[in-house]
């Protein structure tokens, strides 16, 4: 909608008088509403409403109420602004009601900015109040909107509701006000306020005069335009005598009646008619304790018997104008008390009708506004009743209002989850800083925290934060003190008090402990070795994997031919068979066991805390294995045999030295690297034991394949020594296919050896392997070098070569 289409849409409901217009424009919920905010105020719409010739009155936003004793106009501040103006309108002219004009003649104007609102309260009794059978009231609303002043005519009729008692008195918040019943037999004079009047002895005898009088003396009469003058009103009203005066009038005093402060105006009315003086005493007494506050109570204080009563006073009270028994009062949280002819009214801080509003100064604070009413009957000895109405407007002092933070964590479910409770209806969250960082309230969906906010029956607000604990925002650290994982997050809620944009900060740090347990490898088994997979968490930096005592990195991974993937996220290592760190046990023809195992370890201490082992089932055709303790076990397929004979028995180059089980063509030898006629080849760097595999056929012994295990120099403890093999690395096997045929079975057996050949003596029939065979050279004392990794791999004309395999 363009500029000049909701002007010309605003001139044309305008024109037609409609409420429809105002209400569109002050309804927050319609689209026709939001084009009108957008290019008018309220205060201007209404000026544009006044322009048409409307009458102001809106549901919502005016309110024109008659009370027992006094007139109210209500008005939204959105309609008027900020600085609303009034006049009162008789058929003299127009007098605007000021701050000093407004005391004088029964006006109270009270801007209730908490409410929203601005309320003029105007007596019965009140300056240009046309007082017929019943009080006629006019006025104008002055508003203005960019220096043009709008004015809408403000009018209502009322009657008093009640009888009138021979005497009442009010205390309003800017003035005292007394009307007495008229039993004067003559009234001349007195409803003329222009008069002037003489003093009693002035020959005019007909004239009326006021005096004052205090405790320490007697001021002169003077005539009721004089009183005037100084601020003071006297008028005949019907059958009653009005007096009232503004607060802190020259002729007034301040007295204490039962510990309570109370300002009194002692005002006498007299006039002379020849020889007959006419009197009337028109005291105002008015307690003013601004009143205390003590443990939730607004205590506010007045004398009993400001004036004369039999027995106690009748008293009822409430707030905003309306009145309640003392019984009712008390169900609703209310306390009247008497001690020491005092009455003690306690208001609680969160009673109905009462006002709060939030302050920001160095902290959060609340203060309670009440708009007290009360009356107060007393009767005299001659019966006659005098009523006292009080309005008064308690204010607490500043009044702390914390804010209350629960912690809610839930570390079963793994979120951070902080309830900011206790918040007023005034206070509004605008942004959160989690751990320093920033964020706008309310919450973008592209963040995985949520807040959410409650309204509460008190009319309080609450806001729940919830943070998964493992987000990178929050801070995690081990301890120490609880072997736990301390996961922290430091909140700063920034809060603003409505209408206004103060802001108040709310910091509270939040930590849960998590028990810390290492972490747990998933295994798998493939065909050609083992899986593990670690998916991380948060603190799985406290650990070191190891294979045996060497930690697991990419460089150690590619070393020993495992392929390693490792993220932010995940761990994953795939351990080919035949690598380093193998052990191997129940092996046969139908396969072995491999079992590798990856150790956890602290990573401070180095001690180990759990570890990942896997054991599989494998199975090959051929394989070889060189363990760390000096055996050679070795599978091997001898279906190639020459010219296709079917061997019938195998054997290595001892005879005697068979396979620990035989399937067809497929062998299995195990045996130390010692025994069996291995001969042992000593190099630079390393050390081959060898040995080879025969095959006796019906005719032939076939010379089959030859078998070896190489060790790096560099780990091996002891070499030839008489007792023990030790090596720190398995050694490299290598089965070497067929590359010859004898005809005849070897006459001699040849130990281990290394230059020399042995014949050996048989003692006892054949077993599966012969005791170790020790050569004759004596303890070689080899130093360590530098290792040299192998490779697994196949060798040329189809040899197998296989690196670092354990043997249990």
Request: proline fraction near 6%.
């Given at each position: 909608?363009?500029?000049?289409?909701?002007?010309?849409?605003?001139?044309v409901l305008f024109?037609?008088c409609?409420?429809?217009?105002v209400?569109?424009?002050?309804?927050?919920?319609?689209?026709?509403?939001?084009?009108?905010?957008s290019?008018?105020s309220v205060?201007?719409?209404l000026s544009?409403w006044s322009?048409?010739?409307?009458?102001f009155f809106?549901e919502?936003?005016?309110?024109?109420e008659?009370?027992?004793?006094?007139f109210?106009?209500?008005?939204?501040?959105?309609?008027t602004?900020?600085v609303?103006?009034f006049?009162?309108?008789?058929g003299?002219?127009?007098?605007?009601?000021?701050?000093?004009y407004a005391?004088k003649?029964?006006?109270?104007?009270?801007?209730?900015?908490?409410?929203?609102?601005?309320?003029?309260?105007?007596?019965?009794?009140?300056c240009?109040?046309?007082k017929?059978?019943?009080?006629?009231?006019r006025f104008?609303l002055?508003t203005?909107?960019?220096g043009v002043?709008?004015y809408?005519?403000l009018n209502?009729?009322?009657?008093?509701?009640?009888p009138w008692?021979?005497r009442e008195?009010?205390c309003e918040?800017n003035y005292m006000?007394v009307s007495?019943?008229?039993?004067?037999?003559?009234?001349?004079?007195l409803?003329d306020g222009?008069?002037t009047f003489?003093?009693?002895y002035?020959?005019?005898t007909?004239?009326?005069q006021?005096?004052?009088?205090n405790p320490d003396?007697?001021?002169p009469?003077?005539?009721?335009?004089?009183?005037?003058?100084?601020g003071?009103?006297?008028?005949l009203?019907?059958?009653?005598?009005?007096f009232?005066?503004?607060?802190?009038?020259?002729?007034?005093?301040l007295?204490?009646v039962?510990?309570?402060s109370?300002?009194?105006?002692?005002?006498?009315?007299?006039?002379?008619?020849?020889?007959?003086?006419?009197m009337?005493?028109?005291?105002a007494a008015c307690s003013k304790?601004?009143?205390?506050?003590?443990?939730g109570?607004?205590?506010?204080n007045?004398p009993?018997?400001?004036?004369p009563?039999?027995?106690k006073?009748q008293i009822s009270?409430g707030?905003?104008?309306?009145l309640m028994e003392?019984?009712?009062?008390?169900?609703k949280?209310?306390?009247?008390e008497?001690?020491?002819?005092t009455v003690?009214i306690?208001?609680?801080?969160?009673?109905?009708?009462?006002?709060r509003k939030?302050?920001?100064?160095?902290g959060?604070?609340?203060?309670?506004?009440?708009?007290l009413?009360?009356?107060?009957?007393?009767?005299?000895?001659r019966?006659?009743?005098t009523?006292?109405?009080?309005?008064r407007t308690?204010?607490t002092?500043?009044l702390?209002?914390?804010?209350?933070?629960e912690?809610q964590?839930?570390?079963e479910?793994?979120?951070?989850s902080i309830?900011?409770g206790?918040?007023?209806?005034?206070v509004?969250?605008?942004?959160?800083?989690?751990?320093?960082?920033?964020f706008?309230?309310p919450?973008?969906?592209?963040?995985?925290?949520?807040?959410t906010?409650?309204i509460?029956s008190?009319?309080s607000?609450s806001?729940?934060l919830?943070v998964?604990?493992h987000?990178?925002?929050?801070?995690?650290e081990f301890s120490?003190?609880t072997a736990?994982?301390?996961?922290?997050?430091?909140i700063?809620y920034?809060?603003?008090v409505?209408?206004g944009d103060e802001?108040?900060?709310?910091?509270?740090?939040?930590?849960?402990?998590?028990a810390?347990?290492?972490?747990?490898f998933?295994v798998v088994c493939?065909e050609?070795?083992?899986?593990f997979?670690l998916?991380y968490r948060?603190?799985?930096?406290?650990?070191?994997?190891?294979?045996?005592?060497d930690?697991?990195?990419?460089?150690?991974?590619a070393?020993?031919?495992?392929?390693m993937?490792?993220?932010?996220?995940?761990?994953?290592?795939?351990?080919?068979?035949f690598t380093?760190?193998?052990?191997y046990t129940d092996i046969?023809l139908k396969?072995?066991?491999?079992?590798?195992?990856?150790?956890?370890?602290?990573?401070?201490?180095?001690?180990i805390?759990?570890?990942a082992?896997?054991?599989?089932?494998f199975?090959t055709?051929?394989f070889i294995?060189?363990?760390?303790?000096?055996?050679?076990?070795?599978?091997v397929?001898?279906?190639?045999?020459?010219?296709g004979e079917?061997?019938?028995h195998?054997?290595?180059v001892?005879s005697?030295?068979?396979?620990k089980e035989?399937d067809g063509?497929?062998v299995?030898?195990s045996?130390?690297?010692?025994?069996?006629?291995?001969?042992?080849?000593?190099?630079?760097e390393?050390v081959?034991y060898q040995n080879?595999i025969?095959?006796?056929?019906?005719?032939?012994?076939?010379?089959?394949?030859t078998?070896?295990?190489?060790?790096p120099?560099?780990s091996?403890?002891?070499?030839f020594y008489?007792?023990k093999f030790?090596?720190?690395k398995?050694?490299?096997g290598t089965?070497?296919?067929f590359?010859?045929?004898?005809?005849?079975?070897?006459t001699?057996?040849t130990?281990a050896?290394?230059t020399?050949?042995?014949?050996?003596q048989?003692?006892r029939?054949?077993s599966?392997?012969?005791a170790?065979?020790?050569?004759?050279?004596?303890?070689?004392k080899v130093?360590r070098?530098?290792?040299?990794?192998?490779?697994?791999?196949?060798g040329?004309?189809?040899?197998?070569?296989?690196?670092k395999l354990?043997?249990?």
């Open positions: 909608m363009s500029g000049e289409q909701v002007v010309h849409l605003c001139f024109s037609r409609s409420l429809l217009a209400k569109l424009a002050l309804d927050t919920n319609t689209s026709t509403a939001m084009a009108f905010k290019m008018f205060a201007l719409l544009l322009t048409a010739g409307c009458d809106v919502g936003v005016l309110q024109l008659c009370h027992d004793r006094y109210v106009i209500a008005v939204d501040l959105a309609a602004g900020e609303p103006r006049e009162a309108v008789d003299t002219g127009t007098y605007a009601i000021t701050e000093h005391a003649c029964g006006y109270s104007v009270s801007i209730l900015s908490l409410l929203g609102l601005v309320e003029l309260r105007a007596s019965y009794f009140s240009h109040t046309e017929g059978a019943d009080f006629s009231f104008n002055i203005s909107y960019k002043d709008a809408y005519a209502k009729t009322c009657s008093s509701p009640l008692s021979p008195v009010t918040v006000e007495v019943r008229n039993e004067l037999p003559c009234q001349s004079g409803s222009r008069s003489t003093p009693l002035s020959p005019s007909e004239d009326w006021v005096t004052f009088q003396a007697q001021l009469p003077m005539n009721l335009s004089q009183a005037r003058q100084q003071y009103i006297v008028d009203v019907h059958d009653r005598i009005v009232r005066t503004p607060y802190g009038q020259p002729d007034s005093y007295t204490e039962t510990g309570v109370v300002e009194v105006v002692h005002a006498t009315v007299f006039s002379r008619q020849s020889w007959v003086v006419f009337v005493d028109l005291m304790d601004e009143g205390s506050y003590d443990s109570y607004m205590i506010w007045t009993e018997a400001l004036y009563s039999v027995g006073t009270f707030l905003n104008g309306n003392q019984a009712a009062a008390v169900q949280g209310f306390i009247m008497r001690y020491n002819s003690q306690g208001i609680p801080y969160n009673a109905e009708g009462g006002y939030s302050f920001v100064s160095d959060l604070f609340e203060f309670y506004i009440f708009n009413y009360l009356k107060q009957t007393s009767v005299d000895e019966h006659e009743e009523v006292l109405l009080y309005r308690l204010v002092p500043l702390s209002s914390p804010l209350v933070a912690d964590t839930d570390v479910n793994g979120t951070f309830n900011l206790k918040v007023p209806r005034d509004e969250l605008t942004s959160v800083q989690l751990n320093g960082q920033g706008a309230v919450f973008s969906d592209a963040i995985a925290y949520t807040l906010e409650v509460h008190n009319k607000h806001y729940t919830k998964p604990l987000d990178p925002i929050v801070i995690q120490k003190e736990a994982m301390l996961h922290k997050l430091d700063n920034t809060l603003i409505t209408p802001p108040y900060h709310y910091t509270i740090s939040v930590t849960a402990l998590i810390v347990s290492p972490p747990s998933d493939t050609s070795g083992i899986d997979k998916a948060s603190f799985d930096y406290l650990w070191d994997f190891t294979i045996g005592s930690r697991l990195t990419p460089v150690l991974a070393k020993h031919g495992y392929t993937s490792n993220d932010s996220q995940s761990l994953l290592l795939s351990v080919p068979l380093h760190g193998y052990k046969g396969g072995f066991l491999g079992t590798f195992t990856i150790l956890v370890r602290d990573r401070e201490t180095a001690d805390m759990t570890s082992i896997k054991t599989c089932l199975n055709t051929e294995m060189c363990s760390t303790n000096g055996w050679m076990t070795v599978v397929d001898l279906s190639a045999v020459p010219n079917r061997p019938a195998f054997h290595l001892n005697f030295c068979v396979p035989v063509t497929r299995l030898f045996f130390p690297l010692h025994s069996c006629g291995s001969t042992v080849k000593l190099a630079r390393n081959t080879k025969y095959l006796d056929t019906s005719e032939n012994t076939v010379e089959g394949m078998v070896q295990c190489m060790y120099l560099a091996l403890h002891r070499l008489t007792l030790e090596s720190d398995e050694g490299v089965i070497i296919p590359v010859e045929t004898t005809k005849a079975v070897p001699t057996v130990p050896k290394i020399t050949t042995v014949t050996p048989i003692t029939s054949p599966l392997y012969l170790p065979s020790y050569p004759t050279a004596r303890y070689i130093y070098v530098q290792s040299q990794p192998g490779q697994f791999s196949k040329p004309k189809g040899k197998l070569q296989v690196k354990h043997y249990a």
